[in-house]
């Protein structure tokens, strides 16, 4: 499908593994700044990947200079409280990444700011560019974060240097981004791409349910106590014994073969 704000492209897996869905943000004169429409149509995208039973793992990336440079500033511009409110501003078509049960990988070069860094925190990973730059600077604004990023920040890299950032509007580098946690790793910019299609097409070779539970349970970590958290992990944990995959795995380990995943 064509969109006006975004390209996607689907990227064949080897050996009949799943392919991988690479959602790319682009608005390069806006630095991806991130409007209503841009968003409708992400999340119109991520559902349509996501629902796909040929596709086993997600990518989202923007450009060399910006992944995003936060929501639209000039869309925002003029909105008043009952324009947010009753329109469900953020709400409306920022929560369908949250919908997405299968792997999302964000592939950060250049700046995310604001809207740019929660949306990259919203995925289940980042990877990294060196020339990555995260800030949360709607404080200079006169805002806040508004789409998760006083919750999701502080739980990737504490209170402290969460407060720094929310506080100051100041950006932190790649290489510190690594260092706090933010990120999963951090890659020379032109490798941005392949480092992170070659962990989606890792993440491909192996069973989908067993992929979607597992993300499934980590995100429970964050969302309950330890004891609510591993009995969760036990019962899904206990259901993957029903699955086909699970007996393909552990034959094929005892054969020293590789496994065929039917995603059963
Ligand atoms: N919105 C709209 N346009 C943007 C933009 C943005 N966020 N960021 C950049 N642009 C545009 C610039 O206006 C410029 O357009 P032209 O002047 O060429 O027409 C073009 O992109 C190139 O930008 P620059 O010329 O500024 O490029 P530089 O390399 O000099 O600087 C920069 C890059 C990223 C440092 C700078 O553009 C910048 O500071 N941008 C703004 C970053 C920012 O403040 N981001 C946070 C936005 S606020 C809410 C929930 C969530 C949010 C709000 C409300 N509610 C629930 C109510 C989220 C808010 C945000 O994300």
Known sequence: MD??????????????????????????????????????????????????EGIGCIVLT???????????????????????YLGQYITRNWEALREVRKPVI?????????????????????????????????????IIPGAGGTQRLPRAVGKSKAM?????ARMMDAAEAERAGLVSRVVPNERLLDEALAAA?????YSL?????????VNRAFETGLA???SHERSVFHALFATEDQKEGMAAFAGKRKPAFKHR
């Open 209 to 217: 349910p067993s992929v979607m539970m597992a993300k499934q349970c």
């Open 3 to 52: 969109y006006e704000n975004l390209l996607t492209e689907r990227r064949s897996g080897a050996d009949g593994a799943l392919a991988v869905g690479i959602v790319t943000l682009h608005r390069p004169k806006q630095l991806n700044a991130l409007n209503d429409g841009l968003m409708d149509e992400l999340g119109h995208a991520l559902a349509a990947f996501d629902a796909d």
């Open 201 to 205: 097409a890792m993440i491909c070779g």
């Open 228 to 230: 609510d958290g591993v």
């Open 164 to 168: 720094d950032m929310v506080l100051t």
């Open 106 to 142: 964000a592939a950060v070069a250049g700046f995310a700011l604001g809207g740019g860094c929660e949306l990259a925190m919203a995925c289940d990973f980042i990877i990294a560019a060196e020339s990555a730059k995260f800030g949360q600077p709607e404080i200079k604004l006169g």
């Open 62 to 84: 923007g450009s060399d200079k910006a992944f995003a440079a936060g929501a639209d500033i000039g869309a925002m511009a003029s909105y008043g409280y009952m324009d947010v």
